[in-house]
Structure formats: C-alpha cells, structure tokens
C-alpha cells in the first residue's frame, strides 16, 4: 500500500515539475507621446514548437486582433513596426518608432498550443499622449450688456483628457473673487463693467506646452444705472 502511495507521490511531482511553457520577462504598462518609440519584450520559456503570438488590441474594438508576428516573421504591415526574434534568450521584441494614437491599445503575448488553447498570456497597456489643443472654432470676442449673463465655454481636447482652468490676464482677480476657477465652463452672472476685459482659459494634461485661449469681453452699458419701466398700464 505504502508502494503506491509513494509511486503516486513520485509521478505527481513529477508532472508538478515537468517545466510548463511559460512567459519569462515581459515589458511593462507604456505611457507615451506621439512621436516617441518603444520596445516591447515576451521572452518564453519551454514553448517547444508552439506559436508565440503579439497581437494588438484597440480599446474601444477590444474583441478585435491584430496580429503583430506569426512565428518568427512580422506580419503588421506599417513599416513603424519592427519584430526581432532573438533565440538567445527567446525573445519577442517589437520595436514601434513615431508613435501615433492609434498604437494605444492592449498589447498582448501568447503562447498557444496545438488545439489553439492559449497556455499562458501577458499583455500590457500602451497609452498615447498627445499635446492639448483647445478649439479653436469658438468665439473669443464676447459683446455683453451690463447685467447679462456670459458663459465662456472652453472645449479642450487631449489625452489624458487635459484639466482646464480660467484666469484673467494681468493677474486680476475673476469676477467670483477667486484668482481661477477649475472646470470648462465659466460663469459670469450678471456682468458689470468691471468683468469686463481679457480672461484666458488654459488647458493642461501633463504633456508640453500647455496650451491657453484667450477671450476678451466687452461690458456696454452705463455702470450702475438701471432703468425702470413705469408701467403706464395702470
Ligand atoms: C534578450 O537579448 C537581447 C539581446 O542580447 C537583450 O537586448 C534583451 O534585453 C534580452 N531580453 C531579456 C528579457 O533578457
């Protein structure tokens, strides 16, 4: 009885240690800018005769593949690609020179069996900055009355999503109090001559430069002095 307990034993840690294809090193998360290159490394392990496989993944199309290799050979088609094999260390590496936003994606290495099972997978983030830009279809020459209610509306586009604030030129202080205010929209109820003048709204995202519009108000009207309609109906 003990015979078998041991012979079960033996033949377990045996399969237990049989040396299972693997991924070994594999590049990390990337966060880039448009123009930037980068490396990207799957180094395998005991994969014997079984395809390893870069493929690409678009974030919004994620159920959408895009192989980079097909064994040794690259098979993408834009030159910015290059796949190296290196059987030293049996590596995957893709190289990706001038980046563009359209290479953010997930990026994924497979190793794949004979039944078209993966046996082991790794994939990483690549995330595509690029400089902020704030439209410039808007108006940025506002006539007010005094008394209206002027919104400036700053559309700002980037990735990462730029953070946009307001601040008036010269250092002055917004209409609110406030030496700058967060957000796309700015609010000026009920406008006086004073407001009146240039405001800038900035856009940052962490990618340089930084990009800034300016808008330039003009309050008409006579300060201070309402008028009041008599209602002559009565
Ligand atoms: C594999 O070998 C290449 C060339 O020697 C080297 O540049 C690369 O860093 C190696 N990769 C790993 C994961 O060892």
Redesign the pocket.
Known sequence: MLVYVYLLLCTITFILTQEKPSI??FSKDQVKTVGDSMDL?C?VNNVGNLLVRWSRHNFDKYYFTIPLNYRHTKVMVDPRFSFTY?Q??N?Y?IHVSDIQESDAGLYKCQIINDYDVTVDQAELKVLVRKHEFIDYKLATSIDARVGDNVKLDCEAIGDPVPSVYWIRANNAILPDGNAEHIGNFLYIPSIRNKDGGLYQCCAENGVTPRARRTFKIDVWGEPSVKIIRRNTAN
């Open positions: 070994l090193y490394e180094s290196i030293q260390n590596t590496w």
